[in-house]
C-alpha cells in the first residue's frame, strides 16, 4: 500500500505558476498509473492529469491542456504537477492519486479508478 502526500499549493497571481509535488511512501510511484484531481468549493472532484504506470502516456483535461505538466521522478519517488498561466478557475483543492489495477501504457481519468489518494492541497489563484 502506498502512502500519498501533496505539497507546494498557495496562493498566487492570476497567470502565475506552482508546482506541486506528490510524495509516496511504502510503495514505489512507478508501480502506479498516477493522477492529479481538483475539487473547488460546491463541484465535483474533477481530473486534472494523469500519467501512466511506464510513464510514456499522459493525459489531460482541456482545461488545462498546454499550461499544466505532470511529470514523475523516480529517483526521488515523486510526482509533480507544474501549473502555469494559471486562472481564478484554476482555484480548489489538488489531489494527488494512484492507479494499481490499469494496464502499463492506460492512463485512468475516472475518479473510481484510483485506489490511494493524498489529503490535498489548496490553490488559490487571486485576480
Known amino acids: 500500500q502506498v502512502q500519498l502526500v501533496e505539497s507546494g499549493g498557495g496562493l498566487v497571481q492570476v497567470g502565475g505558476s506552482l508546482r506541486l509535488s506528490c510524495a509516496a511512501s511504502?510503495?514505489?510511484?512507478?508501480?502506479?498509473?498516477m493522477g492529479w484531481f481538483r475539487q473547488a468549493p460546491g463541484k465535483e472532484r474533477e481530473f486534472v492529469a494523469g500519467?501512466?504506470?511506464?510513464?510514456?502516456?499522459?493525459r489531460y483535461a482541456d482545461s488545462v491542456k498546454g499550461r499544466f505538466t505532470i511529470s514523475r521522478d523516480n529517483a526521488k519517488n515523486t510526482v509533480s504537477l507544474q501549473m502555469n498561466s494559471l486562472k481564478p478557475e484554476d482555484t480548489a483543492v489538488y489531489y494527488c492519486?494512484?492507479?494499481?489495477?490499469?494496464?502499463?501504457?492506460?492512463?485512468?481519468?475516472?475518479?473510481?479508478?484510483?485506489?490511494?489518494w493524498g489529503q490535498g492541497t489548496q490553490v488559490t489563484v487571486s485576480s
Open positions: 492519486a494512484a492507479d494499481s489495477s490499469s494496464t502499463s501504457w492506460y492512463v485512468a481519468t475516472v475518479r473510481y479508478q484510483y485506489e490511494y
Open positions: 500519467l501512466s504506470r511506464n510513464g510514456f502516456n499522459t
Open positions: 511504502g510503495r514505489t510511484l512507478s508501480s502506479y498509473g
